[in-house]
T-cell receptor, first 115, second 114 residues
Protein backbone atom coordinates (compact mmCIF):
# COMPACT_ATOMS: atom_id res chain seq x y z
CA UNK A 1 0.00 0.00 0.00
CA UNK A 2 1.49 3.29 -1.05
CA UNK A 3 -0.64 5.54 1.12
CA UNK A 4 -3.49 7.87 0.31
CA UNK A 5 -3.94 8.41 -3.39
CA UNK A 6 -5.73 11.34 -5.02
CA UNK A 7 -6.72 11.83 -8.62
CA UNK A 8 -6.24 14.02 -10.54
CA UNK A 9 -3.25 15.91 -9.17
CA UNK A 10 -4.16 19.03 -11.08
CA UNK A 11 -7.41 20.25 -12.60
CA UNK A 12 -8.09 23.41 -14.55
CA UNK A 13 -11.72 24.15 -15.25
CA UNK A 14 -13.84 27.01 -16.50
CA UNK A 15 -16.12 28.83 -14.13
CA UNK A 16 -19.53 27.20 -14.00
CA UNK A 17 -18.32 23.70 -14.82
CA UNK A 18 -18.63 20.72 -12.49
CA UNK A 19 -15.57 18.85 -11.27
CA UNK A 20 -15.10 15.60 -9.37
CA UNK A 21 -12.08 14.44 -7.42
CA UNK A 22 -11.32 10.95 -6.20
CA UNK A 23 -9.54 9.78 -3.06
CA UNK A 24 -8.37 6.24 -2.31
CA UNK A 25 -7.49 5.91 1.39
CA UNK A 26 -5.12 3.49 3.05
CA UNK A 27 -6.96 0.19 2.76
CA UNK A 28 -7.63 -0.63 6.40
CA UNK A 29 -8.54 2.94 7.40
CA UNK A 30 -12.18 3.48 8.31
CA UNK A 31 -12.09 7.29 8.53
CA UNK A 32 -11.67 9.52 5.51
CA UNK A 33 -11.39 13.31 5.58
CA UNK A 34 -11.51 16.11 3.04
CA UNK A 35 -9.67 19.39 3.62
CA UNK A 36 -9.20 22.48 1.50
CA UNK A 37 -6.09 24.65 1.47
CA UNK A 38 -5.73 28.07 -0.10
CA UNK A 39 -2.44 29.81 -0.75
CA UNK A 40 -0.58 30.76 2.41
CA UNK A 41 -3.09 29.14 4.74
CA UNK A 42 -3.18 25.87 6.59
CA UNK A 43 -5.63 23.16 5.51
CA UNK A 44 -9.26 23.68 6.54
CA UNK A 45 -11.57 20.81 7.42
CA UNK A 46 -14.47 20.20 5.03
CA UNK A 47 -16.03 16.85 5.92
CA UNK A 48 -15.33 13.33 7.09
CA UNK A 49 -16.67 9.80 6.79
CA UNK A 50 -16.55 6.86 9.10
CA UNK A 51 -16.92 3.89 6.81
CA UNK A 52 -19.67 4.97 4.38
CA UNK A 53 -21.40 7.40 6.73
CA UNK A 54 -20.73 11.12 6.36
CA UNK A 55 -20.67 12.21 9.99
CA UNK A 56 -19.74 15.87 9.87
CA UNK A 57 -19.71 18.71 7.39
CA UNK A 58 -18.04 22.07 7.87
CA UNK A 59 -19.86 25.32 7.21
CA UNK A 60 -17.26 25.78 4.47
CA UNK A 61 -18.99 23.02 2.52
CA UNK A 62 -21.60 24.94 0.55
CA UNK A 63 -24.55 23.35 -1.23
CA UNK A 64 -22.46 23.17 -4.40
CA UNK A 65 -20.15 20.66 -2.73
CA UNK A 66 -21.03 17.02 -2.23
CA UNK A 67 -18.94 14.14 -1.01
CA UNK A 68 -19.62 10.44 -1.10
CA UNK A 69 -18.00 7.26 0.10
CA UNK A 70 -20.43 4.68 -1.23
CA UNK A 71 -18.80 1.44 -0.11
CA UNK A 72 -16.67 2.74 2.69
CA UNK A 73 -13.57 2.61 0.54
CA UNK A 74 -12.78 5.37 -1.98
CA UNK A 75 -14.45 8.76 -1.82
CA UNK A 76 -15.40 11.42 -4.33
CA UNK A 77 -15.77 15.16 -3.85
CA UNK A 78 -17.85 16.97 -6.44
CA UNK A 79 -18.07 20.71 -6.89
CA UNK A 80 -20.95 21.95 -9.02
CA UNK A 81 -21.00 25.29 -10.85
CA UNK A 82 -17.43 26.08 -9.89
CA UNK A 83 -16.48 29.61 -8.92
CA UNK A 84 -13.08 31.28 -8.93
CA UNK A 85 -13.11 31.20 -5.14
CA UNK A 86 -13.09 27.42 -5.31
CA UNK A 87 -9.52 27.50 -6.58
CA UNK A 88 -7.50 25.67 -3.92
CA UNK A 89 -5.70 22.47 -3.05
CA UNK A 90 -8.15 19.76 -2.02
CA UNK A 91 -6.59 17.29 0.37
CA UNK A 92 -7.82 13.88 1.40
CA UNK A 93 -6.66 12.06 4.52
CA UNK A 94 -7.46 8.77 6.18
CA UNK A 95 -7.03 7.26 9.61
CA UNK A 96 -7.96 4.22 11.63
CA UNK A 97 -10.41 4.85 14.41
CA UNK A 98 -11.25 2.15 16.89
CA UNK A 99 -11.18 3.06 20.57
CA UNK A 100 -9.35 6.26 19.80
CA UNK A 101 -7.78 8.31 17.08
CA UNK A 102 -4.66 7.40 15.25
CA UNK A 103 -2.75 9.87 13.16
CA UNK A 104 -4.20 10.93 9.83
CA UNK A 105 -2.25 10.33 6.64
CA UNK A 106 -2.70 12.80 3.83
CA UNK A 107 -2.60 12.40 0.09
CA UNK A 108 -0.73 14.70 -2.26
CA UNK A 109 -3.83 16.70 -2.98
CA UNK A 110 -5.69 17.86 -6.06
CA UNK A 111 -4.92 21.42 -7.11
CA UNK A 112 -7.99 23.05 -8.66
CA UNK A 113 -7.74 26.18 -10.73
CA UNK A 114 -10.98 27.81 -11.85
CA UNK A 115 -10.53 30.24 -14.73
CA UNK B 1 -9.78 22.46 20.07
CA UNK B 2 -7.37 24.82 21.81
CA UNK B 3 -5.57 27.38 19.68
CA UNK B 4 -1.85 27.30 19.12
CA UNK B 5 0.68 30.07 18.52
CA UNK B 6 3.80 29.52 16.43
CA UNK B 7 6.42 31.89 15.03
CA UNK B 8 5.76 32.50 11.32
CA UNK B 9 9.27 31.60 10.23
CA UNK B 10 12.62 30.27 11.39
CA UNK B 11 16.00 29.54 9.86
CA UNK B 12 18.31 26.68 10.80
CA UNK B 13 21.77 25.78 9.57
CA UNK B 14 22.07 22.40 7.90
CA UNK B 15 23.28 19.75 10.35
CA UNK B 16 22.22 21.72 13.41
CA UNK B 17 19.23 21.00 15.60
CA UNK B 18 16.03 22.79 14.69
CA UNK B 19 13.89 23.72 17.70
CA UNK B 20 10.36 24.76 16.77
CA UNK B 21 8.29 26.24 19.60
CA UNK B 22 4.53 26.16 20.05
CA UNK B 23 2.33 27.79 22.67
CA UNK B 24 -0.97 26.17 23.59
CA UNK B 25 -1.82 27.85 26.87
CA UNK B 26 -5.52 26.89 26.78
CA UNK B 27 -4.94 23.20 26.18
CA UNK B 28 -7.33 20.88 27.99
CA UNK B 29 -6.37 17.80 29.93
CA UNK B 30 -7.67 15.44 27.26
CA UNK B 31 -5.99 17.16 24.31
CA UNK B 32 -2.90 15.81 22.62
CA UNK B 33 -0.24 17.89 20.90
CA UNK B 34 0.31 16.85 17.27
CA UNK B 35 2.95 18.02 14.82
CA UNK B 36 2.62 17.83 11.06
CA UNK B 37 4.77 19.30 8.34
CA UNK B 38 4.05 20.21 4.75
CA UNK B 39 6.73 20.31 2.14
CA UNK B 40 5.95 22.58 -0.78
CA UNK B 41 3.16 21.27 -3.03
CA UNK B 42 2.69 18.10 -1.00
CA UNK B 43 0.10 16.99 1.55
CA UNK B 44 0.80 17.35 5.27
CA UNK B 45 2.95 14.64 6.81
CA UNK B 46 2.49 13.37 10.35
CA UNK B 47 5.60 13.77 12.52
CA UNK B 48 4.83 13.00 16.15
CA UNK B 49 2.28 13.51 18.92
CA UNK B 50 2.19 13.41 22.71
CA UNK B 51 0.03 14.03 25.75
CA UNK B 52 2.35 15.01 28.58
CA UNK B 53 5.47 12.87 28.40
CA UNK B 54 8.29 13.68 26.03
CA UNK B 55 8.21 11.58 22.89
CA UNK B 56 10.83 10.56 20.35
CA UNK B 57 10.63 8.75 17.05
CA UNK B 58 12.81 8.37 14.00
CA UNK B 59 11.86 11.81 12.72
CA UNK B 60 11.87 14.08 15.76
CA UNK B 61 11.53 14.62 19.47
CA UNK B 62 8.65 16.36 21.20
CA UNK B 63 9.25 18.13 24.48
CA UNK B 64 6.10 19.19 26.39
CA UNK B 65 6.41 21.45 29.40
CA UNK B 66 5.16 20.19 32.72
CA UNK B 67 2.18 22.56 32.69
CA UNK B 68 1.49 21.48 29.08
CA UNK B 69 1.11 25.09 27.98
CA UNK B 70 3.89 24.87 25.44
CA UNK B 71 5.95 22.37 23.52
CA UNK B 72 9.01 22.19 21.30
CA UNK B 73 9.55 20.02 18.26
CA UNK B 74 13.20 19.12 17.81
CA UNK B 75 14.72 17.95 14.55
CA UNK B 76 18.13 16.79 15.81
CA UNK B 77 20.14 17.18 12.60
CA UNK B 78 18.27 19.31 10.11
CA UNK B 79 18.78 18.65 6.41
CA UNK B 80 17.72 20.65 3.37
CA UNK B 81 14.82 18.21 2.94
CA UNK B 82 13.42 19.37 6.28
CA UNK B 83 12.57 22.75 4.75
CA UNK B 84 8.79 22.89 5.16
CA UNK B 85 5.90 24.49 7.03
CA UNK B 86 5.52 22.88 10.46
CA UNK B 87 2.10 22.83 12.10
CA UNK B 88 1.47 22.39 15.81
CA UNK B 89 -2.08 21.19 16.50
CA UNK B 90 -3.92 20.28 19.68
CA UNK B 91 -6.58 17.65 19.31
CA UNK B 92 -9.01 15.85 21.53
CA UNK B 93 -8.10 12.23 21.97
CA UNK B 94 -10.39 9.26 21.85
CA UNK B 95 -13.97 9.86 20.80
CA UNK B 96 -14.41 13.28 22.36
CA UNK B 97 -16.27 16.04 20.57
CA UNK B 98 -14.25 17.41 17.71
CA UNK B 99 -11.83 14.54 17.80
CA UNK B 100 -12.28 13.88 14.12
CA UNK B 101 -10.67 16.99 12.73
CA UNK B 102 -7.29 18.66 12.75
CA UNK B 103 -7.39 22.45 13.09
CA UNK B 104 -4.37 23.86 11.28
CA UNK B 105 -3.05 27.37 11.86
CA UNK B 106 -0.50 29.00 9.57
CA UNK B 107 2.41 27.08 11.06
CA UNK B 108 6.11 27.91 11.09
CA UNK B 109 7.99 28.04 7.83
CA UNK B 110 11.35 26.42 8.56
CA UNK B 111 14.16 27.16 6.13
CA UNK B 112 17.23 24.95 6.43
CA UNK B 113 20.21 26.82 5.09
CA UNK B 114 23.30 25.11 3.60
Amino acid sequence: DTGVSQDPRHKITKRGQNVTFRCDPISEHNRLYWYRQTLGQGPEFLTYFQNEAQLEKSRLLSDRFSAERPKGSFSTLEIQRTEQGDSAMYLCASSLFSRGNTEAFFGQGTRLTVV
Amino acid sequence: DAKTTQPPSMDCAEGRAANLPCNHSTISGNEYVYWYRQIHSQGPQYIIHGLKNNETNEMASLIITEDRKSSTLILPHATLRDTAVYYCIVRVASSGAGSYQLTFGKGTKLSVIP
